[in-house]
């Protein structure tokens, strides 16, 4: 059974700051998505990353993929405020069902 | 980019009444969508995998009796929730693959459904 966690659930932390979130799953995966949900929303599509060693950046976000470590990272460079969301990554299981990881709850104090 | 609408985006409803949300690929067709609840501040779990023509596949717990699930065109899906009761309160989003490549899992506004 795939099982996807993410690391750390909630990050609060100053605006000017760069962290980490990771997510790692259990089962074999080349392609990973990350999501955005904001208070009361829906899922934003923030990362499709589809191979080994890929690596995509929007603005101040950036994520990587490393298959073999059955890891990925969203990486949150000189946070700003207006990133406080939830994040969530997930992962494919057979063909089409994706798996969620518990979500990364992300407060970005001024 | 794709577009899913889902309707209605909030419902409240009395306890034994049935609740439909619509789902529709605005843009493109759709043979497969999904159903996901989240709870508060909780991941999605699945509920169910919608595909066009046939009957839905439930996850393990999710009533099918319970849980109404008809995909009868390329770009609609409903989930009815017959009889609600509080513990169905939740909030419900619906997801659509786009063909032809199927890689893209677009989503809905979510419907934020109590039942009191």
């Known amino acids: 059974e795939l099982k996807v966690e993410q690391n750390p659930l909630f990050l609060s932390m100053q605006e000017g700051k760069n962290y980490t979130i990771y997510c790692n799953y259990s089962?074999?995966?080349?392609?990973l998505y990350w999501y955005r949900q904001d208070p009361g929303k829906s899922l934003e599509s923030l990362f499709v990353?589809?191979?080994?060693?890929a690596v995509k950046q929007e603005g101040r976000l950036m994520a990587s993929l490393d298959t073999k470590a059955r890891l990925s990272t969203l990486h949150i460079t000189a946070a700003v405020h207006d990133l406080s969301a939830t994040y969530f990554c997930?992962?494919?299981?057979?063909?089409?069902?994706?798996?969620f990881g518990q979500g990364t709850r992300l407060t970005i104090n001024p | 980019g794709a577009v899913v609408s889902q309707h209605p985006s909030w419902v409240i409803c009395k306890s034994g009444t049935s609740v439909k949300i619509e789902c529709r690929s605005l843009?493109?067709?759709?043979?497969?969508m999904f159903w996901y609840r989240q709870f508060p501040k909780q991941s999605l779990m699945l509920m169910a995998t919608?595909?066009?023509?046939?009957?839905?596949?439930?996850e393990q717990g999710v009533e099918k009796d319970k849980f109404l699930i008809n995909h009868a065109s390329l770009t609609l899906s409903t989930l009815t929730v017959t009889s609600a009761h509080p513990e169905d309160s939740s909030f419900y989003i619906c997801?659509?693959?786009?063909?032809?490549?199927?890689?893209?899992?677009?989503f809905g506004s979510g419907t934020q459904l109590s039942v009191l």
């Open positions: 990353l589809l191979s080994n060693g």
């Open positions: 997930a992962v494919p299981q057979g063909a089409q069902k994706l798996v």
């Open positions: 919608s595909n066009e023509g046939s009957k839905a596949t439930y």
């Open positions: 089962t074999t995966s080349d392609r």
């Open positions: 843009d493109f067709q759709a043979t497969t």
């Open positions: 997801s659509a693959l786009s063909l032809p490549t199927n890689e893209k899992l677009f």
